[in-house]
């Protein structure tokens, strides 16, 4: 069964800081991989998708890379803003499932 | 695009009560799924489908029925609602294939 663990659990930093989110997983046999941002009370807004046979994508001041045969992701924010604050999930996908992490919880701080 | 709409919004029920959370979407996607979301911990996946009339279970299905009679549907339905089930639920969908799974703004749901 995949596992998909999110360090650190929460994170709170100054403004204009540039952070490292980490996303791991247990079964490299991934479709894809996809990073989540949700505000509190809110749903699932989807930040960026990478394929299986992708290494890296970027949008914005966020860039994420994918290494598949270590199991892992990162999410790369570049100069952080406070209306960055929320929590982002990693979620892979094995076939049909999808398997997400706990996600981090960051917070910036003006 | 509406996109992905679940209702109701929040809803509270007894233990024992049945009820069905409603979700559709309007991209004809062909995949859609039902999460669950717990405090401290990220979505579970309870149920999906890959099409009209193709249900199968996920992570967490107990307590939980689903059917999907058309592309645009997808009911969530607890027959029997126990306090181990309160908790956010969410609904998704995507394309069939490697596509981004699109979210709707989910329902609160507490059983007391």
């Known amino acids: 069964k995949q596992e998909v663990t999110q360090i650190p659990a929460a994170l709170s930093v100054p403004e204009g800081e540039n952070l490292v989110l980490n996303c791991s997983f247990t079964d490299s046999a991934i479709y894809n991989l996809q990073w989540f941002r949700q505000d509190p009370g809110k749903g699932l807004t989807s930040l960026l998708l990478?394929?299986?046979?992708?290494r890296e994508q970027t949008s914005g001041r966020l860039n994420a890379s994918l290494d598949k045969s270590s199991g892992r992701s990162t999410l790369y924010i570049a100069a952080s803003q406070p209306g960055d604050s929320a929590t982002y999930l990693c979620?892979?996908?094995?076939?049909?499932?999808?398997?997400f992490g706990s996600g981090t919880k960051l917070n910036v701080k003006p | 695009n509406a996109g992905v709409t679940q209702t109701p919004k929040f809803q509270v029920l007894k233990t024992g009560q049945s009820m069905t959370l409603q979700c559709a979407q309007d991209m004809n996607h062909e995949y859609m799924s039902w999460y669950r979301q717990d405090p401290g911990m990220g979505l579970r996946l309870i149920h999906y489908s890959v099409g009209a009339g193709i249900t199968d279970q996920g992570e967490v299905p107990n307590g939980y029925n689903v059917s999907r009679s058309t592309t645009e549907d997808f009911p969530l339905r607890l027959l029997s609602a126990a306090p181990s089930q309160t908790s956010v639920y969410f609904c998704a969908s995507n394309l069939q294939g490697a596509y981004e799974q699109y979210f709707g703004p989910g329902t609160r749901l507490t059983v007391t």
């Open positions: 990478i394929q299986s046979s992708q």
């Open positions: 979620a892979v996908r094995n076939f049909n499932k999808f398997y």
